[in-house]
């Protein structure tokens, strides 16, 4: 999951009030953060204080574009107070911001793409930033006016799996959806992706298929209100991504006119789920959100949950079960006037079977933008908003930023998760290969968390993968782990003879991260590899597994050898190893995948190791 997005830009609606839902409270907070309506909003932790600062981007009060920045100064009485910071970034509307650090030199790095601009601009600490000015193309215009319902995406996401952050974005001039690969050094290499053309809606990085590399989920609106628009997932088969044809809406069916879609992963087994969300179907009728369970072989099925049509809405675990639960900018068509829509916010409690609509909901924005994340340091999402407000059905032109302090429930906060334990690496030539063990949190399942690691060419250093953390693990931004759901991680293209240091934190479904495990240290393959005297097929961990276990064996001298899985019928289902090999410790790791892909069931398998005149055979447990 990458991915949860930082920001959602979208018709949005709230209210200054306070909001019970299933038990839990949102206060509001009196700040001065300056209104804006028609841009975006991103949090992360600009300054590396320990907490969320805001980036704010629309058209302020005087109907002027604006791009602020406001250092998260913490709570004074009843107020909240967010410092306006001089900064050279551009103006803008109609925009779409991530943050990332891309350079790998611990603080977070901004993404923009709008209308005018589209660049990547490098933090250059005490809240300066400078443009690059990679001559990535702005997002298209709608008959010279800019489609603002569907602004388009930009996300960060390493697709290469080099441990650097590369870009994507949708919706661009050029009518096509672009990566630029980043090289190091500031350089950016531009990549046509040969998905079509996505001009709007929304796109997310996430590895559905636990294969290791980062997917793309994204939905289109190909242009100006009216036009019908689909979900897509493509699948990062070695850096060409291939449409899975996935049953979701606007793929096999009816085709919506507004939609977006999140990935999240709402039954804790392990994979990304979709939140896809629409206003209506092509011919007007309404149509529900829906959760599409990922149930493996390229299968989303629809849960049925019953979810209203909404035009935005994302995942974050509000309550700290373990559990995503649901927020929605729905809307009602029942109002009192037959050509206006009603709008309002409402959250959907995971309960684990389904999802509980909350008590109260929250009339009143238009034309703006949400952020969520935990602003208020307590270890529960709060929620940001920013837009136009609505009366008597009617959209005003004073736009707003309204700030809802998460309180949680009965809680008074939700504790870190403990680190991961059992850290181990190896090579496999210029891979570098992670693994550790499940951690555990306090208040949610363990299957809930997700996992963030760091690799540095120097002790608690990122120079190789960045954590976005804080050597104590406090989150630089509200997300899931680099590493998703699973106990590891493989890094490309290293340098062989290098030593790396590492460690691995666990995060929460409300993006709360634990300290870090203990730091690890990769050393060169051929340090202290002493052969081993015989062949052998020295077993599996974890076992019982899921998703995943990783085989050892040795070999004491270079041998071809071959290492297969086997069901209970004797029917072998993948080849892991199938070469020649040299003297030495092995490991290879399983997924729990046929040769093809799919998603094996639960039972025990057979694993089989042949050698020159021998073989060895081993059982392992599948167990889901």
């Known amino acids: 999951m990458q991915p949860m997005k930082p920001y959602i830009t979208t018709l949005f609606l709230l209210i200054g009030m306070t909001l019970n839902v299933q038990g839990q409270s949102f206060r509001t907070a009196t700040t001065n953060l300056t209104a804006s309506q028609q841009g975006a909003l991103a949090l992360g932790d600009l300054d590396l204080d320990g907490r969320l600062d805001v980036i704010a981007s629309g058209f302020d009060i005087d109907q002027k574009a604006s791009f602020h920045l406001y250092r998260n100064e ?3 009485g009843s107020a909240w107070s967010f410092t306006q910071v001089d900064n050279s970034l551009p103006s803008l509307v109609a925009s779409s911001l991530d943050l990332a650090d891309f350079d790998n030199d611990g603080d977070l790095d901004l993404l923009v793409t709008s209308l005018s601009v589209s660049d990547v601009f490098r933090n250059d600490g005490g809240f ?5 000015n990679l001559g990535m193309s702005p997002i298209t215009q709608v008959g010279g006016v800019q489609e603002l319902v569907n602004t388009p995406s930009a996300a960060w996401g390493d697709f290469d799996s080099d441990g650097d952050f590369d870009v994507l974005l949708t919706g661009t001039e050029l009518g096509t959806s672009l990566v630029y690969q980043n090289m190091g ?5 531009p990549k046509n992706l040969d998905i079509g053309d996505l001009r709007g809606g929304s796109v997310e990085w996430g590895d559905y298929d636990n294969d290791g590399d980062l997917d793309i989920l994204a939905t289109h609106q190909p242009g100006p209100v009216g036009s019908v628009g689909f979900t897509r997932i493509f699948r990062n088969d070695s850096g060409a991504f291939v449409d899975i044809s996935a049953n979701l809406p606007g793929t096999n069916g009816a085709a919506f006119e507004t939609g977006s879609a999140s990935w999240g992963d709402v039954d804790n087994d392990n994979d990304l789920d979709v939140l896809f969300m629409a206003d209506r179907l092509e011919g007007g009728t309404s ?3 829906g959760v599409f369970r990922n149930d493996g072989d390229n299968v989303f099925t629809d849960s049925n949950d019953l979810l209203p049509a909404a035009y935005f809405g994302d995942f974050s675990d509000f309550d700290a079960d373990g559990r995503l639960d649901v927020l929605l900018n729905r809307f009602d068509t029942s109002g009192s006037q037959s050509t206006s829509t009603s709008t309002f916010v409402q959250f959907y409690k995971n309960t684990g079977n389904g999802f509980a609509q909350s008590q109260a909901a929250l009339p009143g924005i238009w034309f703006g933008a949400i952020a969520i994340g935990d602003l208020s340091g307590d270890g529960f999402p709060d929620v940001l908003v920013s837009g136009a407000r609505e009366e008597n059905f009617r959209v005003t032109r004073d736009p707003f930023i309204d700030f809802y302090v998460n309180e949680g429930t009965d809680a008074l906060f939700n504790q870190r998760p403990e680190p991961p334990t059992n850290l181990r690496s190896f090579r496999n030539g210029s891979d570098l290969v992670l693994e550790w063990d499940a951690a555990s949190d306090p208040e949610s399942p363990s299957a809930s968390l997700t996992y963030n690691v760091r690799v540095g060419t120097s002790p608690s250093g990122n120079e190789i993968v960045s954590a976005m953390a804080l050597e104590d693990g406090t989150r630089l931004v509200a997300r899931a782990g680099n590493a998703g759901h699973g106990h590891r991680m493989v890094i ?10 590492w460690a691995v934190q666990a995060i929460d479904a409300g993006s709360v991260g634990s300290a870090f495990a203990t730091e690890a240290v990769a050393t ?8 081993p005297d015989t062949f052998a097929l020295v077993g599996n961990y974890p076992n019982p597994f899921n998703p995943g276990t990783t085989i050892q064996y040795s070999l004491p001298q270079q041998a071809t050898v071959r290492l297969a899985i086997y069901n209970v019928l004797g029917a072998e289902v993948a080849t892991l190893v199938n070469g020649t090999l040299p003297a030495g410790e092995h490991e290879v790791y399983w997924n729990g995948r046929s040769a093809q892909g799919n998603v094996l069931p639960s039972g025990l398998y057979v694993y089989r190791l042949e050698t020159p005149g021998e073989s060895f055979s081993r059982t392992m447990v599948l167990l889901k």
């Open 74 to 76: 913490g709570e004074t």
């Open 128 to 132: 300066q930033f400078t443009r690059l």
């Open 185 to 189: 050094g500031g350089s950016f290499i």
């Open 287 to 289: 149509t529900p959100v």
């Open 492 to 501: 490309r293209n290293l340098d062989p003879n290098t030593d790396y240091f």
């Open 524 to 531: 060169d393959v051929a340090q202290g590899n002493e052969i």
